[in-house]
């Protein structure tokens, strides 16, 4: 292969990855996504390829969709273990941030109810939403007719807004003070802050640590306090388990404030919230370490400034 082929190739990957993050949300299988999507441009009759932009988006998206379809995948989705990758600030792999749409369809809480949807949808969706395609390039690219894709895409943003805590523009200050109040509460106890702090629609999810044999789940404000006060109260054995005690610090991950629990410069617990109207929506609590790789590649790069907490 040339090397006009290969820049062009390059020049599309941040884009690509991007798509295959939203679609797949892990990214770990959106690289590799992108990795076949090179050997099939590679292998390709490029001289019958008219628009390379439109053919690599195609082949990129098709192979999210078959493994979305695969049998791994649906055997994490049913079996109720899977949660989003959750992503740093500034990595290219999240993709474009211009508009409302762009940025909540990579937050975790969208990622999460994706999951929801068809194969079909979600990609539908993801293409009109997050890279503004029109209905008859996203009906080109899933091989399906225009009007189908207009459907697929009315039909996700209903059930993504009907089941959306929250949702809306933030600002990041805000929502960080929001976040600090909160660890401030969860880590003295005050349950009663914290319950006041949780809007009345309130869900919160975690892999349990990484060994939870299933998500846990919480849906009505005493049971996230009383959930988030545990989680957040230090014990030798969390700290055993941890590696050590604990720094904890608020950065912004995947466009929310996260709490992130970091020792010796590694970053082994990351909480994501979803604030609305200056209480907290949505909290997803993750701390299986094959969850949080890219993360630390990012932290490591990363000058977080002072911790909320110095040792937890």
């Not at 791994?72 to 079996?79: F, I, L, S, V, Y």
């Not at 059930?159 to 909160?182: H, L």
Request: charged share 25%.
């Amino acid at each position: 292969m040339d090397s006009a082929a290969i820049d062009l190739f390059e020049a599309s990957r941040g884009r690509l990855a991007s798509l295959a993050y939203r679609l797949l949300g892990s990214a770990a299988d959106a690289e590799d996504a992108v990795q076949d999507t090179f050997l099939r441009w590679q292998a390709a009759d490029r001289g019958y390829v008219e628009v390379p932009e439109a053919w690599l988006t195609k082949v990129v998206t098709n192979l999210c969709l078959d493994r979305l379809r695969s049998a791994r995948a649906r055997h994490e989705r049913a079996a109720g273990v899977w949660l989003p990758e959750p992503l740093l600030e500034g990595d290219p792999m999240l993709g474009p941030a211009d508009t409302v749409e762009q940025r909540e369809s990579v937050s975790l809480a969208v990622l999460t109810l994706l999951e929801r949807l068809s194969p079909v949808e979600r990609a539908a969706y993801v293409l009109r939403e997050a890279f503004s395609y029109p209905h008859a390039e996203i009906a080109g690219i899933l091989d399906i007719t225009e009007s189908a894709s207009q459907q697929h895409v009315h039909r996700a943003r209903r059930r993504v807004a009907a089941e959306r805590r929250g949702g809306g523009e933030v600002d990041p200050a805000s929502a960080r003070r929001v976040v600090e109040e909160f660890l401030a509460a969860a880590s003295s106890g005050r349950t009663e802050r914290l319950v006041a702090l949780l809007t009345d629609d309130v869900t919160a999810v975690s892999d349990g640590a990484g060994l939870a044999r299933r998500l846990l789940r919480f849906t009505t404000r005493e049971r996230v306090a009383s959930f988030v006060r545990a989680g957040f109260k230090p014990t030798p054995a969390k700290r055993r388990l941890a590696g050590g005690s604990a720094a904890m610090y608020i950065a912004p991950v995947n466009g929310s404030p996260a709490v992130l629990a970091v020792v010796d410069g590694r970053v082994v617990g990351a909480v994501v919230f979803d604030v609305s109207d200056g209480r907290v929506a949505s909290l997803h609590g993750i701390a299986a370490a094959d969850r949080l790789g890219r993360l630390n590649e990012a932290w490591r790069q990363h000058e977080p400034g002072a911790p909320v907490i110095d040792a937890w």
